[in-house]
């Protein structure tokens, strides 16, 4: 109260100034203004740009990292008490680290009060952002979500905010939404114990302090104004009135003064939402509930409020960008610039068709990719001793990532974008298309096909306990005759997803949970649509009215559609879920019988997905200390591991499970290859060093250092780089090494770099091993290494600071674990194991090679153990095994791939376009993956294993390697003569052929390109091209320099 016994309300009006969560400009009585120029701690104040109750607000400079910071300036009146709890609560918002959130960079003592270092933000606030023209609901509701993001985030860490509004809500000039003064709207508490019954109510939202009152009385929940305990649930109330006010143009609950107002929230009497708006009811009806009076009847989270949300964003078709019209006046930002630093946003994918899916270019590869942005990650619950949360979904997310299924898109690439969004790398071809456009006029004999194949991709789907599975126009798509469905919602809550589609099943619309059935239900809608024209994914009216003839048992004769397809539609439509078919192979059963059309449940190529995508067994102990040490990387605590084992004993496949578990963590994960040919300077770390370059601001030094490993750096940085200062070859290689260990160094993020094949990797890889290994401390990084221990024992015996796993063969235990993960309880047979311990010995690779053999053998996984297993698979061992599986190949196909294994184990196709023009390189490598020849690596293609590339080797006759070698030599010397990058592997394609005198140009160029910073390796080639220049009786240097 005043000294006239009045309440004092301070009024957090807007600002229009550049600003941090401040208020207007006023004055504040006992504070002492600072002048320009005077220090508060490090920071050097500028000039006041707000002022409020609780103290003043200053543009200041923080001279150590030249920024400009908002500096509040907090005055308790000398409450000592007060004064350490704004202390508390702005270290507690500190640690809060989340792009919509205003950061809080420091906190202090400053004379009789404290100081709070704030994150400064030019633009304005959400209610002023509102003001401005041409606002659309799903423009309103993405800037919301990124508030509610932030909100969330603060919930996670156990904050409250207890005063969001849209004055708390900034707008930036980047169009980045930020929430403000988390941790610090709780103000000082003042004498008065009761609001004055008369009082207006301030209609840009002021905010009070009144007794155990705190907040602003237009958006506070009933709790708050019944003065008892709040908690992330009356944040959840303030965030639906913000939300249906900046959507309706008024808050929800009436009244003019405050004893109206709070009456009006206290018994639940809302206004009605305006019918005069494109709002969909789906968020008019997620609003409703989220200001319900009781909290327990509101959205429990706000992750879970966000992600109805947000699906009605993308069941409207409006992509979910990261960024928001910036407050200051320009066009509307589609997109994110960058997603992660490595996937650059240039469009929609195929114009929109499937909402936020962009095409975008990899920076890193220099190739387009498909990207799908979602939403934050939101972790499963786990039960009390079982794996942690990111563990489960770093698992899913490995299988995901080898996935070979025909009939499921498959993930490249999983990573956070800078507003801890979760976006996929999809292999999706642009031709792809929606199911209802591809399929709408198709013959009846092709949709039941395509149907097929979607009843085959749930079927793999259930078996490894995914339901819940979004089927819709936008995740279901055909690419030529194949259908793919896009599955990137499995580390979502489903029901949450389901129960905001318009193809939910009744009993999940209800608030039921996600089953086989309720996904059986989605396909009957998506073949309903499909016969009935293919226009109505997204027409309530047209599901209400499939609903209600499901209901009166009249689905086929309203789809015009009788006999037995339409008795089997009807029952993938029925009311009842027990109605349904009981499972996904029953329904494809039921469609062939239906249609007399072949529809196997299990296909060679789906067969696939059950060898490659297994959980990983019989490795829990390795694997538990390389979690250890990336938990520890993300600690601070740096290491070297190197893997070691003989070829195809599973190194590969614990390498899978810490890249999963690095992605999923948010680390930045490189995997990098040794290649048994040598290949390019600094092979092995190519992927790191174009990393440090697309990520990292570099000096003009730094980059003419770094060229050497990366030749095209001119073109990453977009700018011309200049020669590095020449030096002798040991001081050139310290540089090297120098420069490349202080780069990292200025890493922020986590590094997780993985190299494979360690023992083919040339001494200038292993150098850069060594350093990195010798200069851990400052660095936020963990290198994992495999090598081949049993060929190069002694390869890391100079280097203790590297640790050793050794993975050895799999016991019987371990080889009936792999069985069964492949095959089910008919894995369990004794005779099986014993079959597979004869032939595989226990290697990892050959247990797969057997299980497939036998599948082939049998017709399928689920017959292995139906039928009597032969006393050996084939004479010869595994290596004929392989033979024999890519015998099965087309010749054209076996062709397209002995051509790529003299290349090399990554595929170059642009190199092979080159050589064999008339090869149709699409369909050769789609039949190579098929069949697991070939496997994904980022976004290109390599031998699935060496042992594949080395049996396609054996089958070549020494004149086709050679002609294939002329070929390959004649069409890089037209394309890369002057690349000396390319210089070595011109030399070995001449070599092979006998072409000595053009073998010499090329070894003579790259020794002297490779000798100053690896000294061995250029010795070695330099003394080759001296050997061949006497044969020749030409100065190989001189030809080096043609």
């Known amino acids: ?75 308790s009146g000398g409450d000592r008490a007060a004064r350490e709890r704004l202390l508390r609560e702005a270290q507690a918002t500190a640690r809060l680290a989340h792009p919509n959130v205003v950061s809080v960079y420091d906190v202090g003592s ?46 996670s860490a156990g904050l409250v905010h207890r005063d969001f509004k849209p004055d708390n809500v900034l707008i930036g000039a980047d169009g980045r939404v930020r929430v403000a003064d988390f941790g610090l709207a709780r103000q000082l508490e003042v004498t008065s114990e009761a609001v004055e019954v008369g009082e207006l109510l301030d209609p840009e939202g ?42 309706a143009g008024e808050r929800p609950y009436g009244g003019v003064t405050f004893i109206e107002h709070a009456s009006h929230v206290l018994q639940g009497r809302t206004r009605p939402f305006p019918r005069d708006t494109a709002v969909p009811i789906t968020v008019i009806q997620a609003i409703q509930r989220a200001i319900s009076v009781d909290p327990a009847g509101r959205w429990q989270s706000l992750d879970e409020l966000v992600a109805v949300l947000g699906a009605s964003i993308d069941n409207a078709g409006a992509s979910l960008t990261s960024a928001v019209r910036p407050f200051e006046e320009g066009e509307e930002r589609p997109m994110p610039a960058a997603l992660g630093v490595r996937y650059q946003l240039l469009e929609p994918f195929a114009g929109g068709t499937f909402g936020s899916i962009f095409r975008a270019r990899d920076r890193l590869e220099g190739l387009l990719v498909a990207v799908k942005r979602t939403h934050p990650l939101r972790l499963p619950k786990t039960t009390e001793g ?93 690419v030529g005759d194949v259908l793919k469905v896009i599955d990137t919602d499995w580390f979502d809550d489903a029901d949450v997803s389901a129960r905001a589609s318009l193809s939910a099943a009744p009993e999940i619309a209800a608030g039921g949970s996600t089953t086989v059935a309720s996904d059986l239900f989605a396909v009957g809608v998506l073949i309903a649509s499909l016969v009935d024209g293919g226009e109505r994914p ?24 009788e006999g037995p397809l339409g008795e089997f539609l009807g029952r993938l439509l029925a009311t009842n879920p027990a109605a349904r078919p009981r499972s996904a192979a029953a329904a494809l059963a039921m469609l062939a019988a239906a249609t007399g059309v072949d529809l196997p449940a299990e296909t060679v190529h789906t067969r696939e997905s059950f060898l490659q995508a297994g959980a990983l067994v019989g490795r829990e102990a390795e694997l538990d200390l390389l979690t250890e040490a990336l938990r520890g990387c993300l600690r601070g605590r740096s290491r070297v591991l190197a893997v070691a084992g003989e070829s195809g004993v599973g190194k590969s496949r614990l390498v899978d499970e810490v890249r999963a578990l690095g992605l999923v963590f948010g680390a930045v ?51 011309a780089v200049p020669s590095a200062p020449p030096l002798d070859a040991a001081s050139a290689q310290l540089r090297l090494l120098q420069v490349i260990l202080a780069i990292l160094r200025r890493q922020v993020r986590t590094m997780v770099v ?63 674990a792999v069985a069964e993960a492949m095959l089910g309880e008919g894995a369990r047979r004794p005779e099986l194991v014993e079959l597979l311990a004869r032939e595989t010995e226990g290697n990892a690779l050959f247990v797969v090679e057997v299980m497939r053999s036998l599948a082939e053998e049998a017709g399928t996984l689920a017959a292995i153990g139906d039928r009597p297993l032969p006393p050996t698979i084939a004479a010869g061992g595994i290596q004929r095994v392989i033979q024999r599986r890519i015998g099965r190949l087309s010749p054209p196909t076996r062709r397209f791939l002995g051509l790529a294994a003299v290349i090399g184990r990554d595929l170059d196709p642009e190199l092979m376009a080159t050589v064999a023009a008339d090869l149709d390189i699409d369909a050769h490598i789609a039949e190579a993956a098929e069949a697991a020849a070939l496997e994904r690596e980022g976004a290109g293609w390599r031998f699935a294993h060496e042992k594949i590339r080395e049996s396609l080797l054996e089958q070549l006759s020494e004149e086709r390697r050679i002609e294939i070698h002329g070929m390959v030599a004649e069409a890089l010397e037209a394309s890369s003569a002057d690349d000396r990058d390319r210089a070595e592997a011109l030399a070995l394609h001449f070599r092979a052929i006998g072409r000595h005198d053009r073998e010499l140009v090329y070894v003579a160029r790259a020794g002297e390109r490779v000798v100053s910073t690896s000294p061995e390796v250029g010795a070695e080639l330099l003394q080759r091209a001296v050997n061949l220049g006497r044969v020749q009786g030409t100065g190989a240097l001189d030809l080096a320099r043609w």
């Open 110 to 155: 400053f004379e009789e009060g404290s100081f709070v270092a704030l994150e400064y933000v030019q633009g304005g606030t959400l209610r002023g952002w509102l003001r401005q023209e041409g606002r659309t609901w799903s423009q309103i509701l993405r800037a919301l979500l990124h508030a509610g993001r932030g909100l969330a985030a603060a919930h």
């Open 1 to 75: 109260m005043n000294d006239a016994g009045e309440h004092t309300w301070e009024v957090a009006a807007e600002s229009t100034l550049p600003m941090s969560g401040v208020s207007s400009l006023a004055d504040v009585e006992g504070a002492r203004a600072l002048e320009p120029g005077e220090r508060v701690g490090r920071y050097v104040v500028r000039r006041p740009i707000g002022a409020g109750g609780m103290g003043t607000v200053y543009l200041a400079h923080d001279p150590d990292l030249d920024r400009l910071v908002a500096l509040k300036i907090l005055h």
């Open 538 to 561: 997204t027409d309530e009216s047209w599901h209400a009215a499939l609903l209600s003839a499901s209901q009166s048992g009249a689905v086929g004769r309203t789809l015009r559609i």
């Open 206 to 247: 002021g905010t009070i302090q009144a007794g155990h009152l705190a907040g602003t009385p237009g958006y506070m929940a009933p709790e708050q104004l019944r003065g008892v305990e709040v908690d992330a649930r009356t944040d959840v109330f303030a965030f639906g009135v913000t939300l249906w006010e900046a959507l």
């Open 386 to 478: 079982g794996p942690s949360p990111r563990v489960m979904v770093a698992r899913e997310l490995r299988r995901r990532l080898a996935l070979r299924h025909p009939n499921l898109v498959g993930i490249v690439d999983f990573g956070f974008d800078d507003e801890d969004i979760a976006f996929f790398v999809l292999d999706l071809p642009e031709a792809a298309q929606p199911l209802l456009s591809a399929a709408r006029d198709a013959p009846r004999a092709i949709q039941i096909h395509l149907v097929g194949q979607l009843l085959r991709a749930l079927i793999y789907l259930h078996q490894r306990g995914r339901v819940g599975v979004r089927l819709d126009a936008q995740t279901v798509v055909v």
């Open 754 to 816: 993985l190299i494979e094949d360690l023992h083919w990797a040339r001494r200038e890889s292993l150098d850069l091993l060594a350093a990195i290994a010798r200069e851990l401390d400052g660095l936020r990084l963990l290198v994992v290494v495999t090598y081949r221990d049993d060929e190069t024992p002694h390869l890391l015996s100079d280097l203790p600071e590297v640790e050793r796993i050794r993975v050895g063969r799999l016991d019987r235990a371990g080889i009936a």
């Open 669 to 719: 994960v490189l995997r990098g290859y040794a290649s048994r040919e040598g290949g390019r300077l600094f092979e092995a770390w190519r992927p790191l060093l174009r990393w440090l370059v697309i990520s990292t601001p570099l000096s003009d030094l730094e980059a003419s250092v770094l060229r050497i490993g990366v030749p095209d750096i001119d073109l990453l940085l977009g700018r």
